[in-house]
């Protein structure tokens, strides 16, 4: 499991992070959901005041993960984004 950083902690260069909102057109999830998975500490990401900022490594490595895990069932895992 992935841990949330704090402000004065990052783990990694700033320019590893991305906004909630670059995450959402990468992944595919919501706004909401995201946060769940930062707030769960599932993926690794930090949070300034109300906004957060997703690792973009720990993101990629859920989106496989979850691509892997619902390979056969579509219902589940990142939807499918249109340019």
Same mark, same amino acid.
């Given at each position: +499991? @992935? +841990?949330t950083d704090t402000q004065s902690n990052l783990s990694q260069p700033v320019e590893?992070?991305?906004s909630i909102a670059r995450a959402v057109r990468h992944s595919g999830y919501s706004e909401q959901y995201l =946060? =769940? @998975?930062a707030r $769960? $500490?599932?993926i690794r990401a930090v949070k300034f005041g109300h906004f957060w900022m997703i690792d973009q490594r720990s993101l990629q490595e859920y989106l496989d993960q979850a691509a892997s895990k619902y390979e056969q069932d579509k219902?589940?895992?990142p939807r499918e984004i249109e340019d």
């Open positions: +499991m @992935l +841990m590893n992070y991305i =946060r =769940r @998975l $769960q $500490q599932v219902r589940f895992g």
